[in-house]
């Protein structure tokens, strides 16, 4: 999603205009003013507090500092724990929303003509190509947006993922590209989780349903198993795009078809396997790029639940791969999953858990920590009652 507005400004005496780019959906600051390498990051942080955006005129170098600048100013003061996980966590997301929103401040020009986009600043990087994977082809005509740092320089970083890739054990070290907007397969627990499934427990080689495939790295270790055909489905049109790619690459799209599809594909068939890995925390995204994480009112989780049940071949298991991080955050219950599970029509055929290896877990400096050195992630395995 890309929010586009006009943008005004007062600079040097003179009125400018530009579009406002926002991938999160962030509002254009009430007030805009220009600001360059003499601004102090004392007075910058007082300007982004009241509600100004700066708009960078100065070197790109000097504004990476300042954003670091920033960003030590707002941790100053981190979220002080609740009186129990559940508001830990509501006040952890209200300090990284604040976080992100005064960050989101600084501003630079984007501007595009016939090479494409650009930042019209002293060193500044190149960007179109990062830009082009993240936005879609520069506009025919000039341009010119503003677009937060913070923004720009994830576009950037999403742009070095996509081009090293990740490397992925149950692929055999071969490389996940993800894009932006896409979650990346970092996590790899879960990608282990259904390899060691596939390699143990595979209920049949015939046809798998992989729902929200994303990067697609699930799908392809399923057709790396031997999954004769392999149905991925996604909504999302960046990680459509995505997993196309990386079947592509991994030469497995002779195996994997990917699909545009809510959930189940259409049609109706029936699978002997449908592996499912939805957003583990049931709570609201504050931008679209949290969709991988954040599952509001569970929606998919249950849609997935409730669906499979009529989409399983007789004799066939559904694999939910879900953390119990929710749990450990008071968010949801291990009695409220298992009653969905049954008021769904399904039984549980057996659970392979496994602990998560991310650097978050360490972190005792991270207000959620307690939660996330309880964490395991379970790989479900579903079958119909009766």
Known sequence: MTTQQPARWTEDGREHSAHWRSESGARLPARLAPADDRLSADRAFKLVCEGTGLVWRGDFHQARQLLQALARRVERKPPKPGAEPRETFHRARQWQSRRAGLLGMLLVPLETGPEGYAVPLRRAPAVHEACAQAYGPAPAGAERSLVALRELDAVLSAHQWQLRG??????????????????????????????????????????????????????????????????????????????????????????????????????????????????????????????????????????????????????????????????????????????????????????????????????????????????????WRLGVQG
């Not at 790899?188 to 049949?204: K, M, N």
């Not at 029936?270 to 049931?282: E, F, G, T, Y």
């Not at 749990?327 to 055929?349: P, W």
């Open 166 to 379: 990740v490397a992925v054990p149950a692929l055999g070290g071969e490389r996940i590209h993800p894009r932006y907007g896409v979650f990346s397969p970092v996590r790899g627990e879960y990608v282990d989780l259904v390899a060691r499934a596939a390699d143990e427990q595979l209920p049949s080689r015939e046809l798998a349903f992989d729902i929200g495939t994303g990067t697609g790295v699930l799908s392809a270790v399923l057709a790396r198993r031997g999954v004769a055909r392999v149905v991925a489905t996604e909504t999302d049109e960046r990680a459509l795009d995505c997993a196309r790619e990386n079947v592509s690459r991994l030469r497995v799209d002779d195996a994997v078809e990917v699909v545009s599809a809510d959930l189940f594909p259409p049609g109706g068939t029936r699978a002997p396997l449908v592996v499912c890995n939805p957003p583990w925390v049931p709570a609201k995204p504050s931008a679209p790029v949290e969709r991988a994480v954040y599952d509001h009112g569970s929606r998919m989780l249950h849609g997935f639940l409730d669906g499979l049940a009529e989409r399983l071949a007789p004799g066939g298991e559904g694999w939910l791969v879900l953390s119990d991080l929710a749990e450990h955050l008071g968010l949801r219950t291990r009695e409220e999953l298992l009653d969905r599970i049954a008021s769904s029509g399904l039984r549980v055929l057996g659970r392979l858990d496994a602990r998560p290896r991310h650097p978050k877990a360490a972190d005792a400096g991270d207000p959620l920590h307690a939660a996330r050195d309880a964490e395991v992630t379970s790989l």
